[in-house]
């Protein structure tokens, strides 16, 4: 079965630093171009970030561009969001999706979702 | 960047009808536009990429339409299932863009 697992949310200080974890099973992780797309409460989807199947490209929202690092461990099926110098606006459910894709990044397997609380 | 601008913002519908679907791109974005269903607590799934291109067990129900800036998803026939928010998303350009959504209800 495919399947996409996020992780590692919670309530965090503005200011302050956490890592999101996506673990994927089911398919090859490595042939799949990978995405992080959050949903502020009551709002719509916005796409956050992506990168490509080797981990050699990489692509950011202007929002969250020097603040976030997306990264991926093939080895351990695993995609990656370091999110720094968090805000409030930056609370939200975040998903990760991907797509067997070399050249679009569109999401045609998704996750249930972390949230993420930025608040003091 | 690329601005995604869907309408209406809700369109209310009875069951057994059409409904249609419009997103508009601040400039081209080729046939490179995905449509998604999403239903409260859930992910978004995947229904249309390639602006006309029904994704894996997507009913035949659902067609997209368009290319360049004017697109289009029609529901041909509405079932209660189809009740949720439906977004456009642009992948043909960085950085990628959905529209704000549509809010499909039942009248």
């Known amino acids: 079965e495919v399947q996409l697992v996020e992780s590692g949310g919670g309530l965090v200080q503005p200011g302050g630093s956490l890592r999101l974890s996506c673990a994927a099973s089911g398919f090859t992780f490595s042939s799949y171009a990978m995405s992080w797309v959050r949903q502020a409460p009551g709002k719509g989807l916005e796409w956050v970030s992506a990168?490509?199947?080797?981990?050699?490209?990489?692509y950011y929202a202007d929002s969250v561009k020097g603040r976030f690092t997306i990264s991926r461990d093939n080895s351990k099926n695993t995609l990656y969001l370091q999110m720094n110098s968090l805000r409030a606006e930056d609370t939200a459910v975040y998903y990760c999706g991907g797509i067997e894709n070399y050249y679009y990044y569109y999401m045609d397997v998704w996750g249930k979702g972390t949230t993420v609380t930025v608040s003091s | 960047e690329i601005v995604m601008t869907q309408s209406p913002a809700t369109l209310s519908v009875s069951p057994g009808e059409r409904a249609t679907l419009s997103c508009r791109a601040s400039?081209?974005?080729?046939?490179?536009l995905a449509w998604y269903q999403q239903k409260p607590g859930q992910a978004p799934r995947l229904l249309i990429y390639?602006?006309?291109t029904r994704a894996t067990g997507i009913p035949a129900r659902f067609s997209g339409s368009g290319s360049g800036t004017e697109f289009t998803l029609t529901i041909s026939s509405l079932q209660s299932e189809d009740f949720a928010v439906y977004y456009c998303?642009?992948?043909?350009?960085?950085?990628?863009?959905f529209g704000q959504g549509t809010k499909l209800e039942i009248k």
């Open positions: 390639g602006a006309s």
């Open positions: 400039q081209s974005v080729s046939s490179n």
């Open positions: 998303q642009q992948y043909n350009n960085w950085p990628q863009a």
């Open positions: 990168i490509s199947g080797s981990g050699g490209s990489t």
